[in-house]
Nanobody, 126 residues
Framework: QVQLVESGGGLVQAGGSLRLSCAASGRIFSYYNMGWFRQGPGKEREFVAAISRTGLNTYYADSVKGRFTISRDNAKNTVYLQMNSLKPEDTAVYYC???????????????????WGQGTQVTASS
């Protein structure tokens, strides 16, 4: 079992930045590929970013490439999502995810997620 707890969400003006953190406990953190997903109002949950076990490989949705950066610190059992140049369309609940299966060539699939965090709200106002 892996427990994931997100933090760092909040309200920011468009163009601003936020850094999300996800602290993991339970099974060995470095065994898992980690990812971030989001779900906007009235929308389905969608992939945002993922990072491999060692941190060598990262994956991003086209909508966030060049603005968001995913990273991890295996010594601290934590994964991060640095979000810059936020847009109103980035407004969503952001979920941390852990997957034993590796991401595909371009993303981490929802069906591959083994554990979810409870989510943290990010609001970018125009």
């Amino acid at each position: 079992q892996v427990q994931l707890v997100e933090s760092g969400g909040g309200l920011v003006q468009a163009g601003g930045s936020l850094r999300l953190s996800c602290a993991a406990s339970g099974r060995i953190f470095s065994y898992y590929n980690m990812g971030w997903f989001r779900q906007g109002p009235g929308k389905e949950r969608e992939f945002v970013a993922a990072i491999s076990r060692t941190g060598l490989n990262t994956y991003y949705a086209d909508s966030v490439k060049g603005r968001f950066t995913i990273s991890r610190d295996n010594a601290k059992n934590t994964v991060y999502l640095q979000m810059n140049s936020l847009k109103p369309e980035d407004t969503a609940v952001y979920y941390c995810a852990a997957s034993f299966r590796a991401p595909t060539s371009s993303s981490l699939q929802i069906a591959a997620v083994d554990y979810w965090g409870q989510g943290t709200q990010v609001t970018a106002s125009s």
